[in-house]
């Protein structure tokens, strides 16, 4: 019952979390201070309930661990800061697993953040089955590349969400996390990809995490017994 009602809560911040994202392009401190706070609740409860220390151990080691990867990604800029603060959270709120899932991660949010990375490397693919009409008109290595980064719109019909990355001669493949949004300069198609907020992934990532594990470790081991 601890398990389910831990759960239900973080999808529940996560989700506030992504509209928030999706609407203003930031999570505000509220949703991985929630998670943070819920986190050292039930901590503290499941010691005074058993007088075992044991758990509280878990949560220094995956709130420490954790902190430090994402904190070191945030500030090479290869991970938003609201982002790496949302996995503080979750490492927070799941120290441990709470039931037996396939993974190699010793640390719940670590199998999260690989879910999240995994489920986002499914938009190049989709990408590039778009794009297949333009495959015949590509000349060059990189703008083969560009058919897995987004897709060709009029400069005039960029939406809010998207970045453009390329105007057909010179592209940007290394989008930074503060890539600005819905502008173009000049006219004519350009290149564009979908600033999907990172926070959606991630929180079909906890779902997934918790229940069935991760799909890099479902993979390494269909590998091996294959």
Excluded: C, Q
């Amino acid at each position: 019952m601890e398990f389910l009602i831990k759960l239900i809560l973080a999808l529940l911040v996560l989700f506030y979390a992504s509209l928030l994202d999706w609407r203003y392009r930031e999570i505000n401190d509220a949703s991985w201070l929630a998670l943070v706070f819920m986190g050292i609740v039930f901590i503290a409860v499941d010691v005074a309930r058993t007088g075992v220390t044991t758990p509280l151990l878990y949560f220094l080691i995956s709130v420490g661990v954790t902190s430090a990867l994402m904190l070191a990604f945030s500030y090479f800029n290869l991970l938003g800061g609201g982002d790496a603060k949302i996995f503080i959270g979750i490492a927070s709120l799941f120290p441990y697993y709470h039931r037996e899932v396939t993974t190699v991660f010793p640390i719940f949010a670590l199998s999260v953040f690989a879910n999240a990375i995994t489920l986002s490397l499914a938009l190049p693919v989709y990408f590039f089955l778009r794009n297949l009409p333009h495959l015949k008109r590509v000349r060059s290595a990189k703008e083969f590349y560009a058919l897995f980064l987004g897709y060709k719109k009029n400069a005039s019909e960029i939406k809010p969400y998207e970045a453009v990355y390329g105007n057909g001669k010179s592209f940007t493949f290394l989008l930074r996390t503060d890539a600005e949004l819905g502008k173009a300069e000049g006219e004519g198609e350009v290149w564009v990809t979908p600033a999907v907020p990172f926070v959606i992934p991630i929180t079909i990532s906890v779902l997934l995490s918790a229940l069935y594990g991760d799909i890099i470790s479902a993979i390494i081991l269909f590998l091996r017994g294959s």
